[in-house]
């Protein structure tokens, strides 16, 4: 597959009101490698198998919730092509520039017609996954691999309105996907859009909400419906806050576990799901069994899952 356009979710900046008791959440717990604290109190963490220096950023505040979210493109040119586009759309966009944030290359950075505040960006350095490049083999040294045993940031859910723009925004200038939505079965309004820029069942997702700039999940790529099973145990062990699970989604197929932060921010670890390609029709869900889409083994729909965000 030839993906040379915007590669997929590369960053996202969490609000935390805690910092030392986040630290331990997604260090100790969740297994993440803290790579840099800088001068502001902002901690920055990787996933063991994401090369770019960091994905996950860490922001002292008096406020839960998400700051911003970056997507990585595959070029500087890809960047000069996609901004005339986003002004075609009738959005603003902000030029940040290298260096202004810590390892990264040039930014284009704009609000959604959801409120949310996007950036993408084509560099940032690498650090590697400790295994090397040459003759890597296949699993890194001991202590690498820890927590919830997290291979790396796989998506987002947003909460905001507009989802109408946000898939034309997404589909038209970002060429990504529509690969999966849920309606309402008598108003046919769209209530959650899940979209694709890779063969993935969703890079980032929307879901409908009467506010702007709502934070649902960031959701961590384990590499089974066992891991699943073996993260529960250490999410029970440490007394973290569930939401849902261990399950299984109707929407994506995915294995899924819904956990709180100390700050009441939402993750998710997340296993399999279909593979996705750009001929994959789009798979529709309605309201009549929004049991089944949200939470297939037992299709039940949790109101906390649906209403909680940050």
Not at 20 to 41: F, N, R, T
């Amino acid at each position: 597959m030839s993906m040379r356009g915007v590669l997929r979710v590369g960053e996202i900046a969490i609000r935390v009101t805690d910092m030392k008791k986040s630290k331990h959440h997604y260090d100790h717990i969740m297994g993440l490698h803290e790579v840099l604290e800088d001068a502001e109190g902002r901690v920055y963490y990787k996933c063991w198998d994401e090369h770019d220096h960091h994905s996950i950023v860490l922001i002292p505040s008096n406020r839960p919730g998400m700051d911003y979210f970056a997507f990585k493109v595959y070029d500087d040119a890809t960047l000069d092509r996609l901004e005339p586009k986003i002004k075609a759309f009738g959005i603003e966009v902000k030029h940040i520039a290298a260096g202004v944030y810590p390892k990264s290359g040039r930014r284009l950075e704009f609000v959604l017609p959801s409120g949310h505040t996007m950036q993408l960006y084509a560099h940032k350095d690498q650090i590697g996954n400790t295994m090397g490049l040459h003759n890597p083999g296949v699993v890194p040294d001991d202590g690498v691999v820890r927590g919830l045993n997290i291979n790396r940031l796989d998506h987002l859910l947003l909460g905001g309105d507009n989802l109408d723009e946000c898939v034309q925004l997404f589909t038209e200038v970002f060429e990504f996907d529509l690969s999966e939505k849920l309606i309402h079965h008598e108003a046919k309004i769209s209530l959650a859009v899940f979209l694709s820029c890779s063969t993935t069942p969703h890079d980032i997702a929307f879901v409908l909400q009467p506010e702007k700039n709502k934070f649902h999940h960031a959701s961590f790529l384990l590499e089974s419906a066992h891991d699943v099973v073996k993260a529960a145990d250490r999410i029970g062990k440490y007394r973290v806050p569930v939401d849902v699970g261990p399950n299984r989604h109707g929407v994506t197929r995915g294995s899924t576990i819904y956990f709180f932060d100390p700050n009441g921010n939402r993750n998710e670890v997340f296993a399999e799901g279909y593979i996705h390609y750009p001929d994959t029709p789009t798979l529709v869900w309605d309201t009549t069994e929004l049991g089944a889409a949200t939470f297939s083994q037992d299709f039940t729909p949790r109101e906390s899952f649906l209403n909680v965000l940050t």
